[in-house]
């Protein structure tokens, strides 16, 4: 089966350090979402891309977040400097949204734990 | 702006008896509903999901779920659960507003079997 991947899957980090994290999308989507989860406030959509562009990334902190798709293989979350309250579980989800068949693949996640 | 109520945080059953996962949305388009899994430490995998048609949906696992337009819901059941349902579920919504693409999901409901 065609999987999401993401790396790493867990990462501590220091309070102030630049944090990246990487998502290879499912080869032919043409879709890439990142979210967020956490306890307290569930599942957060940061930012979607189509085809490469971004479409949305209102769900996002503009200040220290940003997500990139340097090419068609590869999504980015960058968290720069990081802060204990970015503790979370971010999760990629991809999809080929053209087809109508609206439904996304999701990864394994990135646990992020920023001390 | 859409949004998405799962009325039940926790659902205790015992195996092999049916069970009902409540989830209403609110939204007075027509929206595109979703209900995904999520078991421990990995990320989530589509159930089933509605978008035009037939009011029943069936999904993976055994698991169906009803469209009811008129109490805007999409309730999950599963006429005999497994030890191995045990995690959460989420159901989701898309709707015109977004072009279908952002898919907000609810805060999840605990689905724990008994043996």
């Known amino acids: 089966d065609a999987r999401v991947t993401q790396t790493p899957r867990h990462k501590v980090t220091e309070m102030g350090q630049e944090v990246t994290m990487r998502c290879q999308p499912i080869?032919?989507?043409?879709?890439v979402f990142w979210y967020r989860q956490t306890m307290m406030q569930g599942l957060e959509l940061l930012a979607y891309?189509?085809?490469?562009?971004?479409?949305?990334d209102s769900g996002m902190p503009k200040d220290r977040f940003s997500a990139e798709m340097p090419d068609a293989t590869l999504a980015t979350l960058k968290i720069q400097p990081s802060e204990p309250r970015d503790s979370a579980v971010y999760f990629c989800?991809?999809?080929?949204?053209?087809?109508?068949?609206?439904?996304?693949?999701f990864g394994s996640g990135t646990r992020l734990t920023v001390v | 702006a859409q949004s998405v109520t799962q009325l039940d945080s926790q659902v205790p059953v015992f195996e092999e008896a049916p069970v009902e996962l409540r989830c209403n949305y609110s939204?007075?388009?027509?929206?595109?509903l979703f209900w995904y899994v999520q078991y421990p430490n990995q990320g989530l995998q589509l159930l089933l999901k509605?978008?035009?048609?037939?009011?029943l949906v069936k999904g993976i696992n055994g698991f169906e779920a009803e469209f009811n337009k008129s109490q805007t819901s999409f309730h999950l059941r599963k006429p005999s659960v497994h030890i191995s349902d045990t995690a959460e579920y989420f159901c989701?919504?898309?709707?015109?507003?977004?072009?279908?693409?952002?898919?907000?999901f609810g805060p999840g409901t605990s689905l724990s079997v008994i043996p």
């Open positions: 989800a991809s999809g080929l949204v053209a087809s109508g068949n609206y439904g996304y693949t």
């Open positions: 080869l032919g989507h043409n879709t």
């Open positions: 891309f189509r085809n490469r562009a971004p479409l949305d």
């Open positions: 939204s007075s388009v027509s929206v595109y």
């Open positions: 509605y978008l035009s048609g037939s009011t």
């Open positions: 989701a919504v898309s709707g015109p507003e977004t072009s279908y693409d952002k898919v907000i």
